[in-house]
């Protein structure tokens, strides 16, 4: 029996995700899709040409550590930016504005999957994949487009924290359903239990500021980068334990350390490992998916993205200007609002591996895939193009 050269495998997956990744920026979009399309092109699903396969990785087991990992870092940075003091300071207006957004995407997105078919839990994991706007995708691009220092980015910001918050307290609820639901006493264990955990973890990020700052005061940059790593990672893990999502217990982690000093030190030891893992998530997300069931819902996929995506234009530039923003800045809000990423992909890995039906672990997943590849383009495509927006805005006010 010969040894599989892993070594050799992760070379050749890391640079042609590299290739991919440059490719993608050349032409102006996110690095998320291509990273999926190489993962589904070098995995289990790959194509066979003239007798030969493209299939590198059988299985994406010797990479799930980092792929989880990758999980752990991106919702503990999405946490890392949640500024508790400003949404206090400011929460009449960024809760009026998320009211509007998720008012109408959330529904919206349950009612697309109760359409299609998909029982009541199925749609609301649907509504939740649906209307979650990609961080990832929207920060990069704001930066790109140099719109990062304009008014509406705080509100665009603001209205994304509030949709990841609202993501990841249905999630923890679904989740714990799926994870250890089977009959009510059960139910109501798991969710008394996933509450305590989550609600320790809050108290924690609002008021032990302090303690935290003064518990990686760590001279040493590498055992400070070894100690949040390790931190989040042992929390998260026992988030897990105890019935929660990890991904949800590293987001409240990351808005902890988010309310100390140490933020811009984190940003600059850790921001590169979270992108290594982060790369090699989405790389397995592509391993975990079949073309074939991609394009078997690629009509659910199309219409879930024409509805959504006219759903999310409305209620971004209203939300907009309910926070006070102009008709600009306010059809800019809306575009910006359009792509969809990292949330999505983190709660349809989930529903890969605990799903209890064959919509929940194959169905969902693969659909998530394709909403998540064409909002991502159609996203940022939409971002450069904001003016359309705003002139259809123009001649509805003036009309």
Known sequence: MVTPNLVLTAGLFLTILAVGGLVA??????????????????????PTVGGVSFTLVESPAF?????????????????LELSLASLVRKRARFVRAGAIDIG???????????????????????????????????????????WIANPESEAILGVV????????????????VVLGATDV?????TLGQAAVVLLVLGVVAYYGEGWIDRAFDIRSGELFLLGVLGATALVAGIGLAAGVSDAIVAFVVGASFGQTSHVARIESLLAPSRDLFAAVFFFVIGLQTNPRVVVSVAGVVAVAVVVTLLGQVVSGFFAGRSYGLSVEQASRMASALAPRGEFSLVIAAFLVTAGTTDALRETIPAFTVGYVLL??????????????????????ANG
């Not at 649906?130 to 140099?146: P, Q, R």
């Open 375 to 396: 909002t991502s383009v159609l996203g940022t495509v939409l971002m450069r193009n904001a003016h359309l927006v705003e002139r259809i805005a123009n001649r509805y």
């Open 25 to 46: 920026l050349r032409v102006g979009q996110s690095v998320i899709p291509a990273y999926i399309l190489v993962g589904s092109l070098l995995g289990p699903f790959a």
């Open 63 to 79: 990479v799930r550590l980092l792929a989880d990992l990758g999980v752990v870092l991106l919702l503990f940075f999405v946490g």
């Open 104 to 146: 109408v995407s959330l529904p919206l997105g349950i009612l697309v999957g109760l359409a299609f078919g998909f029982s009541l839990l199925e749609a609301l994991f649907v509504g939740l994949i649906v209307f979650n706007s990609s961080t990832v995708i929207i920060a990069k691009s704001l930066i790109d487009l140099e």
């Open 185 to 189: 006493a059960t139910l109501g264990a």
């Open 161 to 176: 924290v509030i949709e990841d918050i609202v993501t990841a307290a249905v999630f923890a609820v679904l989740s714990a």
